[in-house]
């Protein structure tokens, strides 16, 4: 009966560390689910002012070709008179 007993607390022992395994497990799956959830509920508001920054970005490369065309345009007046 000893021998039984002590593989029995063996076994007791082994499923209480397998229990804490589980436990910690399921309490990184509800962070990650919950990280995840945050991370999809932010990236289209991230997106949008990405676009956004883009269509400026944009707006300003033209506004600067423009103003060197007309800087270019002034300068030959200038070199003319």
């Known amino acids: 009966m000893i021998i039984f007993s002590s593989s029995n607390d063996k076994d007791d022992e082994g ?37 956004q920054l883009g269509k400026e970005l944009e707006e300003k490369k033209e506004l600067v070709v423009t103003l060197y065309k007309k800087h ?5 007046v200038f070199l003319t008179c």
């Open 15 to 51: 499923a209480a560390e397998f229990q804490k395994c589980i436990s910690v497990l399921a309490d990184e799956v509800g962070f990650l689910s919950t990280h995840r959830a945050e991370l999809l509920d932010k990236y289209p508001k991230l997106e949008a002012a990405n676009e």
């Open 72 to 76: 270019q345009l002034e300068k030959q």
